[in-house]
C-alpha cells in the first residue's frame, strides 16, 4: 500500500514555510492531551495578535495560528511532529464552528488534513474540540501568553 496522497491548501503549506517567522506565544513547549500527547508551542500572525494578545474576540479574517509539536519523549520534547494550523475564514465558511478552517501538515511538508467542521469534513474532530472554547472565538490559550478566558478541556 502506497503512502496517502497530500491534501491541497495553500495557507497551510504556506504556513508551514513562514510561521517561525511570526510572534511565538510560548517560549517553553506545553504538553498537550488534545494534539496526541505532543509538546506544542504556538505562533500566531500578525492579523491573530489584537485578538490573541488582547483578548479582542472575534479574531479577524485572516488571522492565523500555528501549532509546531514535538513528540513526547520520557516527559520532554522530542522528534518534530506535525504542524497544526488554525486560520479564520470569512462568515459564512462554517458559521457553526466559528468560521476557522483547521489544517495539519506533517513534518516532511506535505499537508495532511484539510477542513472545516461540518459533518464529514477530515476536520471535523478539530472543531468539535475547539467547540469548547467557544468564548474565545474556538481558540485555546493554555500555557501561552494569550488573553484569552480559561476553558475546559475539550474531548479525551
Known sequence: ???????Q???AASTAKQYRKWRKVNDV????????NRHVVTFINGKAEGSALGGKF?????????K???EDQAGKPGAKGPLFIMEKRARGYDAAHGDWHYAVVAPDGAVALSGNGKDGSPA???AACHSVARVNDYVFGNGTVMRVKPT???PK
Do not use: I, K, R
Open 124 to 126: 471535523e474532530f478539530c
Open 68 to 70: 509546531e509539536s514535538f
Open 58 to 66: 472575534p479574531f479577524p479574517v485572516g488571522a492565523v495560528l500555528a
Open 9 to 11: 491548501d495553500s495557507v
Open 152 to 154: 475546559p478541556l475539550g
Open 29 to 36: 513547549p506545553v504538553l498537550s492531551a488534545t494534539h496526541g
Open 1 to 7: 500500500m502506497g503512502a496517502a496522497a497530500e491534501t
